[in-house]
């Protein structure tokens, strides 16, 4: 099928349009897994898988030592120059040995620790120490789609997230009719393995065209630039999913299991959508933020992706919403509790994207300062408001404090966002201060 003219000389439009049908895919393969979960394994089940899937979220970040974002704007910005490109992957190369080493020995010697911490029994201990066997590809895979996201090869993504997302939910569901909870937990846990194969594989070439691997070295002369992305993201992701780890279980504590594993799956279909989200982020707007100079272009180029994505998004978590009782008896049937939590989660979210498209000018040029308060700020009004309101709203409360966290960070990113153009006094305003 012929793309038509208009999305062909739209390029945020060209990488939504063809990252949407991979999208789509990949929410109809969901559903029928997330239904067959719920109905085989129960609220118990859900809740034991949104753990795990915390975990390995947050050593995403751990093994690179964060430096994924790093990856993806250094890469944009020396894509034609081989030395820079050697000198980036030698840093992140230390930097991955160093937080796979670190994740992994935590992870292996502690695994009963983690197994009761996260699962409430030390039953799981041996798949804490499989998660520890898997961290290299975890590492491996995250740096490589760095690389893919830099270069904004949006095609290749596009494969390589279809391919792997099928095989990945193929051992996912072998493993659940064989094994149950144990064998959908192995599955989840081994899903970086099928991830990084399936990339090796599509894209190992350009890979050899942009890394002289023979050319790398154990250095770290990019090593201050990326340290500033490795703060970035311990707050973004590493405390982010702490503070879900630590929120699920004070659902657990103050209502029941079951009111967590409501919230944990509405949780879950928005993770879905934002996944269409976070690839034009990091395939388009870091790449795009990071070359623009002048307040007129970052302005215009905000306008553009509002005016492009915006519907596109509001509409969708419009239909969500219409007809959330249908997606919750087609994905939960027997979740009946989980419907007055959709409408405060897509209001959150719909706010959350209109922000975060905003928030990272923040990655783009490195700004360390604004990106860490605002969130610190956003995590902590997370959790404060979510204390404050458990109370009275149950689970409920947690996602009204999703969408007031949002409100309130949307508007202070607002502010910051502009304030970087803005030039000293008597200097004309196209002139960029630094920070």
Not at 46 to 65: E, F, G, H
Not at 234 to 259: G, P, V
Not at 351 to 366: D, P, T
């Amino acid at each position: 099928m012929r793309i038509p003219e208009f999305i062909k000389k739209n390029a945020l439009l060209k990488m939504t349009s063809l990252n949407a049908g991979v999208i789509m895919i990949r929410l109809a393969i969901s559903f029928f897994i997330e239904r067959t979960v719920s109905v085989m394994l129960g609220e118990a089940g859900i809740y034991a898988i949104s753990q795990l899937r915390n975990v390995l979220s947050s050593l995403m970040s751990l093994t690179t030592s964060g430096v994924f974002n790093g990856v993806v704007k250094y890469v944009a910005e020396n894509k034609e120059n081989e030395e820079s490109l050697n000198k980036v992957f030698s840093t992140v190369m230390v930097f991955t040995v160093l937080g796979s080493l670190t994740a992994a020995v935590g992870l292996f010697f502690w695994a009963e620790y983690w197994s009761i911490e996260l699962f409430d029994t030390p039953d799981f201990a041996y798949l804490m120490k499989i998660v520890a066997f898997v961290v290299p590809a975890i590492a491996l895979q995250r740096v490589f789609n760095g690389v893919i996201n830099g270069l904004s090869a949006y095609k290749k993504f596009v494969k390589i997230e279809l391919f792997s997302y099928l095989l990945s939910s193929a051992v996912l569901i072998l493993g659940l009719f064989q094994f149950g909870l144990d064998g959908v937990l192995f599955a989840i846990s081994i899903t970086p393995v099928v991830q990084l194969l399936t990339l090796l594989y599509i894209f190992h070439k350009v890979l050899r065209k942009h890394l002289q691997f023979s050319k790398l070295r154990f250095a770290v002369p990019f090593g201050k630039a990326l340290l500033a992305f490795t703060l970035m993201s311990f707050i973004s992701t590493i405390l982010k999913n702490f503070i879900e780890l630590d929120i699920r279980i004070m659902i657990k504590d103050n209502i029941s299991k079951d009111d967590a594993a409501y919230w944990s799956a509405v949780t879950r279909i928005s993770m879905n959508y934002m996944v269409f989200a976070n690839a034009i982020f990091t395939l388009y707007v870091i790449p795009k933020f990071a070359t623009i100079t002048t307040l007129g272009g970052f302005k215009k180029e905000v306008v553009h992706i509002y005016k492009t994505l915006l519907p596109l998004f509001g509409v969708g978590m419009l239909l969500v919403y219409v007809f959330r009782d249908y997606v919750r008896l087609l994905i939960y049937p027997e979740f009946e509790g989980m419907v007055p939590l959709f409408k405060w989660q897509l209001i959150g979210d719909f706010i959350r994207f209109a922000a975060l498209i905003l928030a990272y000018q923040f990655l783009a040029k490195r700004r360390v300062v604004p990106f860490v308060i605002t969130e610190l700020l956003s995590l902590g009004l997370f959790y404060g408001f979510s204390k404050w309101l458990i109370g009275d709203y149950g689970a409920e409360g947690v996602v009204i404090a999703h969408m007031l966290r949002y409100g309130v960070y949307f508007v202070v990113v607002l502010i910051i966002a502009f304030t970087y153009f803005k030039p000293p006094k008597g200097e004309p305003q196209e002139v960029q201060t630094e920070t």
